[in-house]
């Protein structure tokens, strides 16, 4: 099935009649099906030579159901670079040389990316290879071992940053049954246990590699190639998988939670407030208000902001997050005080802007500013091909297409200030706070 | 690469003595980019005050104009998503933005007052400060040990000199620094001769004038040049350990080397660091031998020209040019147990590097890949201003043909002589932050074996190879050993 989305594009940008609302994702693209599930959208850009190619499979740290397995989505990804047999690691770096590409990957609660940025001239062969390691992986027990350490060293050079710590303390004391509870590294535990799991890992690689799963996404300078032909010489055969991960559900929480961090050095203290928030959705206006709520309320723009890192100075980073997520996820506030001694008088602020929105109507000049912002962020953001095709992946990861970006949008765009009152009646109470705090083992 | 041929205009007419630069990359996008560049940086912050460039732009870039107070600039900025974002690097400082066309006249307005008519605001000033010092203890010292490691090698390797101090400066002359003195640096560092103007995008032609008239207030005269020498060879390998309580052990080494872009020898350089440790690219010598084959850490890497916040992005970012460049290996955090083997490893490869150079095939393979890669540094329109910019402070063609082309008339020969001329792994600096440095130290001055045990087989030329690794002499002095306390870094 092929859908031919008509979308308004000269020479890469947005222009749209007078008077038609504009579309937020501006450019037009070719989603297309194919029979084993995988879906291929083709984005073809006015940026010059440059191909992006992004292939997201919905695959994250939320898939890792069994205990004592926390981190193998991660583990996937760095074991997608082990290579195959037609393609063993050395040769599959060397073509990536010769190709002059940029090739990388990352992995999410949600999601697993992997994306590669290279000259139109080589899109068949950069297919070709990745269509192999997505079907034929291989790797040996001692390779597998070795790459186990790999990611022990990822945790090792993150875990000097209080940040990283806190948010592990964060999703372990926010959630008792769902996988949101781990983050993607995953607990240290597991992590240090993994070298003695490469059939487990075999097991996850082969439940989620699975066309189904996957998105591929091709933008650039591809106006004249045959992405769909390419795609299906190399992907079509891949065959479906029929896994289906039991997802734990999180019961309601009986909050509210706290927890505090001791960090071993000197460094500033961090006070967080987490509320749960809402699964992603275009449908319903959840996930757009509590976005809207996260800029009026602790933006640069926000009283709150201006009020402690502006004016009194107690508070240098203030910051909110409300990450789109598969299931119901964290709405958190971070703020990193200057003074420990200031702790509770920012937590108390924090509270006190969570509860304004519960009483009070936002002026409508303000919420008109926010989605200005929103709007004008996400065009700023397309300006070449890559970002292009990052900015749609974690969109693909969650819905597949790019229109959740035109719902999503529009639905901010409808948004009122009754509606982010009520979404803050609903959202931010109490049985479902978490506070986490960290200290230094002294002040600075 | 580009809609339109590239232009450089230099803009200096009789009626118009002060020499702004232009360097325009027109198109019919609908956003509009900007990337200010003056001529000034950390190497002209005074002797006794380091960080006042920094804290300078940051009054630009984050403080108030004589009309508008921060907030009000925010307020303004923000419903247009703009950000003003600045960088201070040793010879540029670099003022950049993108906007929609929509919003231009009210963007250039504000962006306009904020460069050419700062408030100089107390609460700014008290506020951006403690942010410097922040970012110095928390930051920097704090949180990130790899970056760390890294300044602080830049540090100890210019000691002494110019570029011998954190672009943010030390947190006691911040603490004692005034609003007087960023005033004083703005008025004698930001002139029409150190200024270069970079716009791309689809703005109208009539904003070159515009910006000609506008940024012509500004005093014409030459800026103060700070004394200029090369940095000092250290004699044997200087070894600085920096104690911290961390889980892992971050490793920064290298020596300063005369290459730079337009340096006759730099493309061969280029190529032979892309071939031994390409930046967080799997195909790099290093990256084999020390994560692909034997598991020790998340990467490890190569470079000839500063490139700060690599953890964070894989790119560089532009207008860092500078006169002296060093060669340095990043070593990411390994575990404390394979510290010493890490460090004799890195410094093997090096040897066997400068001692085996570079093969035909893989000259060919690093060549292929840097001609295409270089293509990918330039993918957007700010990205491609600031690379032409550096190109202009450097005497060179658009680096995307400078890269191509030179890299067309080389031979392995050359790479491999440059391999020979310039990498080696004696006088050098090291830097480590550790917890248990006393231990560490003892370890590389002793040179006992440092064994690996591995938790899978390996092949028998790794474990032939790792004999020789594990035995591998350090050659440091034990007067040449350091260790201090990270409370006393930068301050």
């Known amino acids: 099935m092929t859908l031919g989305i008509a979308g308004l594009l000269l020479c890469g940008l947005a222009i749209s009649a007078p008077g038609a609302v504009p579309r937020a994702f501006p450019f037009a693209y070719e989603q297309h099906d194919f029979p084993n599930g995988l879906r291929l959208l083709t984005i073809p850009d006015d940026y010059p030579n440059v191909v992006a190619l992004y292939i997201v499979v919905q695959a994250g740290s939320r898939n890792e159901v069994e205990p004592g397995r926390s981190g193998y989505a991660h583990l996937s990804e760095h074991l997608m670079f082990r290579g195959t047999k037609a393609y063993p690691p050395q040769k599959y770096e060397s073509i990536l040389q010769a190709a002059g590409a940029s090739s990388n990957a990352y992995t999410t609660d949600d999601f697993t990316a992997y994306h590669t940025t290279f000259s139109k001239e080589d899109l068949e062969l950069i297919l070709r290879m990745e269509a192999d390691r997505f079907r034929n992986l291989h790797y040996s027990l001692e390779d597998f071992r070795t790459e186990a350490l790999a990611v022990l060293g990822e945790y090792n050079k993150n875990s000097a940053d209080p940040m990283e710590k806190l948010e592990e303390v964060i999703r372990d004391t926010a959630f008792d049954r769902h996988t949101y509870k781990h983050t993607t590294m995953g607990f240290l535990k597991d992590v240090q246990d993994m070298p003695n799991h490469y059939d487990y890992s075999l097991l996850f690689f082969k439940r989620y590699y699975r066309p189904e799963r996957t998105t591929i996404i091709v933008a650039g300078d591809v106006a004249k190639l045959d992405v769909k032909g390419l795609v299906e010489k190399y992907w079509a055969d891949w065959p479906r998988g029929d896994f289906r991960a039991s997802i734990p559900q999180e019961p309601p929480s009986h909050g509210p939670r706290v927890n505090e961090v001791r960090w071993p050095t000197g460094t500033l203290p961090w006070v967080t407030v987490s509320f749960r928030g809402a699964a992603y959705s275009d449908q319903h206006k959840d996930t757009a208000a509590l976005d809207l709520i996260s800029f009026l309320g602790f933006s640069e723009t926000s009283d709150l902001y201006q009020k402690l890192v502006i004016q009194e100075q107690k508070v240098d980073v203030l910051v909110a997050d409300n990450p789109d997520r598969l299931d119901p996820y964290l709405f958190t506030v971070w703020a990193r005080v200057k003074r420990p001694e200031d702790m509770d008088y920012v937590k108390g602020q924090i509270l006190g802007v969570f509860d304004k929105f519960r009483r009070v109507l936002v002026p409508a000049e303000r919420l008109e500013a926010v989605k200005s912002h929103l709007r004008y962020r996400f065009l700023l953001s397309l300006d070449n091909s890559e970002s292009i095709a990052a900015n749609l992946a974690p969109y693909v990861a969650l819905r597949r297409t790019p229109e959740t970006i035109n719902r999503l949008y529009e639905m901010y765009s409808q948004i009122t200030a009754e509606d982010l009152r009520s979404m803050a009646i609903k959202y931010f109470v109490e049985s479902g706070r978490t506070i986490v705090t960290l200290k230094g083992a002294k002040s600075q | ?491």
């Open chain 2, 1 to 491: 690469m580009k809609f339109f041929l590239a232009a450089i205009l230099m803009i200096a007419s009789a009626n118009l003595p002060a020499q702004i630069q232009f360097v325009t990359r027109p198109s019919r996008s609908p956003l509009v980019s900007f990337r200010i560049v003056f001529l000034t940086g950390a190497a002209h912050d005074p002797i006794d005050k380091p960080g006042v460039a920094s804290l300078t732009a940051a009054m630009l870039s984050q403080g108030g104009t004589r009309q508008m107070t921060y907030k009000q600039i925010v307020d303004a900025l923000f419903p247009m998503a703009v950000s003003v974002t600045s960088q201070v690097d040793k010879e540029m400082t670099v003022f950049s933005a993108t906007t929609h066309i929509d919003n231009l006249e009210t963007f250039y307005r504000l962006f306009r007052a904020m460069l050419l008519e700062p408030g100089w605001r107390g609460e700014d000033f008290e506020r951006l400060r403690d942010e410097a010092i922040n970012y110095l203890r928390v930051n920097l010292r704090g949180n990130n040990d790899e970056e760390l490691g890294k300044e602080a090698l830049y540090n100890q390797i210019y000691s002494g000199h110019p570029y011998g101090h954190n672009n943010v400066g030390t947190v006691s002359a911040l603490q004692k620094m005034t609003i007087a003195d960023v005033r004083a640096f703005y008025r004698d560092h930001y002139t029409q001769d150190g200024l270069i103007i970079g716009i791309g995008g689809g703005y109208p032609p009539r904003l070159l004038e515009r910006m000609k008239e506008d940024f012509g207030v500004l005093p014409q005269k030459a800026r103060p040049e700070p004394g200029w020498y090369e940095p000092k060879l250290h004699r044997g390998i200087q070894l600085t350990m920096i104690r911290k309580d961390t889980r892992a052990v971050a490793i920064s080494l290298g020596f300063p080397i005369p290459v730079r872009r337009g340096h006759p020898d730099y493309p061969a350089l280029l190529l032979a660091q892309s071939y031994f440790g390409q930046h967080r690219m799997s195909g790099g010598v290093l990256y084999e031998q020390m994560r692909q084959l034997r598991g020790l850490n998340y990467g490890d890497y190569a470079y000839i020209e500063y490139f700060p916040r690599g953890m964070f992005q894989f790119e560089p970012d532009p207008n860092l040019a500078r006169r002296s460049q060093i060669f340095q290996i990043w070593i990411r955090p390994v575990e404390p147990s394979t510290a010493h083997f890490a460090l004799r490893l890195a410094l093997y490869e090096l040897d066997k590097f400068i001692r085996q150079g570079i093969s035909e095939g893989e000259f060919e393979r690093s060549r292929a890949f840097l001609s295409k890669y270089v293509n990918l540094l330039i993918k957007t329109k700010s990205a491609e201003l600031g690379y032409a910019i550096d190109s202009l402070y450097y005497g060179i063609p658009d680096y995307d043909t400078y890269i191509r082309e030179s890299l067309s008339k080389l031979r392995a020969e050359d790479v491999n002589r440059v391999i020979r001329k310039y990498l080696r792994t004696t006088d050098l600096d090291i830097v480590i932050v550790a917890k248990d440095c006393e231990g560490l130290k003892r370890q590389i001055l002793e040179g006992a074996p440092s064994p690996m045990t591995y938790n899978s087989p390996k092949p028998k030329e790794v474990m032939e190879e790792d004999k020789i690794v594990d035995r591998w002499k350090i050659d440091v002095k034990p007067e040449n050993v350091h260790i201090v306390s990270v409370d006393t870094v930068f301050e």
